[in-house]
């Protein structure tokens, strides 16, 4: 038998093979693996392949599974570092992933998919089509997201200019157009956006900012400042009384609710929140959010069976808010 021109890559083609058309469903005969082999203009006896099945086993973890059918017998590879429901599920996370592009998605489905057999890969086919949901337009978020850790694992603080949108759908810069330098310490999921929680230094306080609107971004050399903040920083705490991300004065507020609404606010808050009896039907607990608009807004949302009681002075506002809001019905 000739030797193939590609005969020392015999080994990479022939994972290659096992990996990309095997599976626990589909097997390739040994005659079937020389085939494909020479396609790679490989050529090998029968006794090698044998041995480099054993060789995938013992050195890179790769199952070979040896199936009798009938007079014939398959092989196919075994257990996969992700099976075939773990990749639906990261293809799921991404498509409903908002702050990662149309075009990215589908480059990183692409990537994913390479974790199972093509036979496999086709029934991912359901899940690959990107639906009309909202995606995010700025393409730079995906390595906006590199950017900040390096920062945070370098310890030095981070230049940026921050862009929101206007009527005419165009990216405008906010402060004036000028450079934004903080101390980034963390990065929260949260409603489908990223946000970086850092220490702005010159206003001695936490701020947090949407990842896909930041640009420009770039390493300064000064060192983080911030830490005495962030040493007993609850960053869970911080996301859950943070509604739509939106800064506000933190306070601890008191709501009643009717107890059938208590899962919305287990959910919301945690285990860890104590409801107090009110009467056999009703309950209260205090919390501690960042009273915004975007909280009167959820608050009012939940209906007529959930109320915030105290403190006064946040009633108030609450109260000013609904009356500001009616105006828009006249």
């Known amino acids: 038998m000739s030797r193939g021109t590609n005969q020392k890559f015999k080994f990479t083609y022939l994972m290659q093979i096992m990996l990309e058309k095997t599976d626990d469903d589909h097997g390739l005969t040994i005659s079937e693996i020389l085939e494909e082999l020479e396609k790679y203009d490989v050529t090998a006896e029968r006794k090698s392949i044998y041995a480099d099945f054993q060789d995938m086993t013992d050195k890179f973890g790769i199952e070979i599974i040896k199936e009798q059918v009938g007079r014939d017998t398959y092989y196919h590879v075994g257990a996969r570092e992700f099976e075939l429901a773990e ?87 906010t402060h004036n157009g000028e450079w934004i330098l903080v101390s980034p310490w963390a990065l929260i999921w949260d409603d489908e956006n990223y946000y970086m929680v850092a220490y702005d230094e010159a206003d001695d306080k936490i701020k947090h900012y949407r990842v896909d609107k930041m640009m420009r971004i770039s390493l300064s050399e000064e060192r983080r400042a911030g830490r005495r903040l962030f040493n007993d920083f609850d960053m869970a ?94």
């Open 87 to 173: 990749v639906k599920l990261l293809i799921d996370a991404i498509q409903s992933s908002k702050f990662i592009t149309q075009n990215k998605s589908k480059e990183l489905i692409a990537k994913v998919k390479k974790f199972v057999s093509v036979h496999q890969a086709t029934q991912l086919q359901r899940q690959v089509f990107i639906n009309d949901r909202v995606k995010t337009m700025n393409e730079s978020v995906y390595y906006n997201v590199d950017f900040i850790h390096c920062a945070i694992n370098q310890n030095v603080k981070i230049r940026f200019k921050y862009y929101r949108w206007d009527i005419s759908k165009k990216l405008v810069a």
């Open 237 to 330: 705490k911080y996301s859950k009384s943070t509604f739509g991300m939106y800064g506000g004065e933190l306070c601890k507020v008191k709501i009643s609710i009717a107890n059938h609404m208590c899962g919305v606010f287990i959910d919301r808050f945690g285990k860890d929140i104590t409801f107090f009896p009110v009467d056999e039907d009703h309950s209260e607990f205090f919390v501690d959010v960042n009273v915004s608009p975007q909280f009167f807004g959820w608050i009012f949302s939940l209906g007529n069976d959930v109320r915030v009681t105290g403190p006064d002075e946040v009633v108030e506002q609450m109260k000013e808010a609904a009356k500001e809001f009616l105006k828009n019905f006249g």
